[in-house]
């Protein structure tokens, strides 16, 4: 064989290729137009908490289309801060169409919550291993998450001032956009 020759395939390899290249063209144009779309927004993780009762109660039936899930825990001083603002804003947004609050302690446990939030205790739900907190990506207390028809549409890390206009504000700007 001399440089620059080509072998030829062994018999029936040759008419098989153009066959194996269509179906991968096929394969591959079949994947681009049935992938899911992404919105821009991740999906909103699922998962059990806890209720103050002990049972296991699934994270989606807590949400409503718009819902501000706040992770917390009593041992966690900036979230001892916090929680008087998360629910001033919990009661100022409750009408009807607004934004839910959903309060989960991480970590903690009924009797400390109760002792700490005493009548709103009854609306708290537990996270006693982390679980539904790390599929938010949590990894720190307090963190809140904006989430609108089933994505989240906001964070936000640490200690925040829910009194502040300027929080509040963006609150209400995500809540508007959510229709685009």
């Not at 020759?5 to 290729?17: T, V």
């Not at 949400?63 to 603002?85: D, G, K, Q, R």
């Not at 809140?144 to 964070?155: C, E, F, H, M, P």
Request: aromatic share 8%.
């Amino acid at each position: 064989m001399t440089p620059g020759e080509m072998i030829d395939p062994p018999a029936g390899q040759a008419s098989r290729l153009p066959r194996v290249a269509l179906a991968i063209l096929v394969a591959c144009g079949l994947a681009a137009l049935f992938w899911p779309a992404s919105s821009g927004r991740e999906e909103v993780p699922g998962g059990f908490l806890v209720d103050a009762n002990g049972r296991p109660s699934p994270m989606g039936d807590h949400l409503e289309p718009a819902t501000l899930v706040h992770f917390w825990a009593t041992w966690c001083p900036p979230c001892l801060t916090e929680i008087p603002a998360v629910l001033r804003l919990r009661h100022d947004i409750a009408a009807p169409g607004s934004v839910a609050v959903l309060l989960v302690a991480v970590g903690d446990s009924p009797d400390k919550v109760k002792s700490f939030l005493g009548d709103a205790a009854d609306q708290a739900l537990f996270d006693p291993r982390w679980d539904v907190a790390h599929r938010y990506g949590t990894r720190q207390l307090p963190e809140t998450y904006l989430l609108i028809n089933g994505r989240v549409a906001d964070k936000f890390v640490g200690a925040t001032e829910w009194d502040d206009p300027a929080v509040r504000e963006r609150l209400r700007a995500r809540l508007s956009g959510a229709g685009s």
